[in-house]
């Protein structure tokens, strides 16, 4: 693995190449003083894998570096520093970053957030994406709506009232995120009358990633989305996403989590969609034998595509600079054990992936579709191993009852 790491600050770069150093995934440390070295740099190497930069420079600041490595290296992993959250860039490299971090950040935190990137990028890179994405690149396109509520919403004044009105221009999308608001899984049907209630309901972050979802699934031809279910599989996701936020807040994490915990289950099964449109046949494949042989989808996916819809999915969303644990949620939602280092000596936190793990394999159990393959369970010794049995019995009844009142108000 390669980094690449680029501040105006001398000593900054000292202490983070000592830091890294004694990762044994990094073969090679760069360091630049400004934006300019770093993109000539760039030009004369075989690429990066992970960059690492300050948001305030002189000359190129930190936006405006992300934009050319995005452009130049979209499959680079992309961490911007910063030391003030308030900072007017603030917006613009939350979209072109994967990771915005805090300084000073404490050199635990900063190595454990690389080495979770990196892991990531491992296993990405062991499947047999890296020849399709060139193609992956150019499809799906970020839906027009997308695009303008992210341009929206990096402006000083953005509000839940101005995006509302954003959103009323799309009537098909007025209509989607009412009638979600409206849900029992978010707990209040029948009660939210217009899009500026179900904006303050769901929060700016929700509606982002179902307007991204919404816009990936439209782009679907309809006769496939016929074939292979995509309306219950977009049901599926926005389900996934109201339980997962359910799990975090159950489970004490971070406020700061819930909301990303939802974006999470409502973008988990993206690498779905991608399939369906662009890989059909074999996917289709992929649900045949997993049914047939009682294997995992995953199991199977890999057998005859040679990678995963997760591992799509996941590729996908990096392109576009989703945040890392949303990326890392759609690469591991199901295996989430991966994450953990081999014969690690304790067991990792629990993070997003686990809640959208636990709550796809609950949602998949009480649902089907015919986008699914053989479905299993939660495993057992990974329950037991975070002791999450009882609790977990509690979320499956409680989805449940969701189910059952939804049904009374579709």
Known sequence: MRILLIDDDPHILEGLKRMLSSISAIKQIDACLSGKAALDLAKTTSGYDLVVCDLQMPQLNGVQVLEQFRTSSPGTIRFVLTGMIDHPLHHAALRLSHQMIAKPCRPEILRELIERALRLKRHLSQSELSSILPRLQALPSLPKTYRRVMDYLVLPTASCRGLSRLISEDIGMSARLMQLANSAYYGKPGKVHNPVQAVVYLGMRTIEALILRQGIFSQI????????????????????????????????????????????????????????????????????????????????????????????GASLLSLWSMPADIIEAAAFHHVPWLLAEENAPTKRPLCLADTVYIADCIDHRLCSSRSDGCTFGVLEAYLERYGLNQQFCQWQTDHLSVLKEDLCYA
């Open 221 to 312: 031809d309809p006769a496939l989305a016929a074939r292979f279910g995509a309306s219950a599989l977009e049901s599926h996701c926005m389900r996934v996403g109201c339980l997962a936020k359910r799990i975090c807040a159950d489970l004490s994490m971070p406020a700061g989590l819930l909301e990303q915990a939802s974006i999470a289950g409502i973008l988990h099964d993206t690498g779905k969609i991608i399939m369906i449109a662009e890989f059909t046949e074999r996917f289709e494949q992929s649900l045949v034998k997993s049914r047939r042989d009682h294997i995992e989808l995953i199991a199977a996916e890999k057998q005859i595509c040679g990678f995963t819809h997760a591992e799509l």
